[in-house]
């Protein structure tokens, strides 16, 4: 399993855009091929603070979504929304073991 929680802070004022531009990426990103979970949350004391939680089968996978159109497109619409750079942070799978996702 690959999982990475991508911590994004966005500006204020971009928030509704933001959220509209992240659930068409998400939306299409749940439907590729390896990709486990892709949910989007929100930061309840601060609506500026998201973490995209991404999880994927293997890193093939991981990889593979980089080079879809949808998430070129969310990156580039959102990338002047951020109030600064998204950071990814990786994490190794503990429990429930990858054959029971």
């Known amino acids: ?8 802070h966005v500006k204020p004022e971009m928030l509704d855009a933001f959220k509209q531009a ?4 998400a ?3 749940a ?3 390896g990709v486990e979970r892709f949910d989007v949350i929100q930061q309840n004391d ?8 991404e999880v994927y089968k ?3 996978a991981s990889f593979a979504h980089k080079e879809n159109a949808h998430y070129a497109k969310w990156r580039d619409t959102v ?11 990786k994490y190794n799978n503990i429990y429930p073991k990858d054959s029971d996702w």
Not at 1 to 8: T, Y
Request: aromatic content about 2%; hydrophobic content about 40%.
């Open 58 to 60: 293997t890193d093939k």
């Open 1 to 8: 399993m690959n999982i990475v929680l991508v911590h994004v």
């Open 79 to 89: 990338a002047e929304m951020m109030a600064e750079p998204r950071q990814g942070i």
């Open 27 to 29: 939306s299409q990103s």
């Open 22 to 25: 992240t659930i068409e990426n």
């Open 46 to 53: 601060d609506p500026t603070r998201f973490i995209l939680v």
């Open 31 to 33: 439907k590729e091929e």
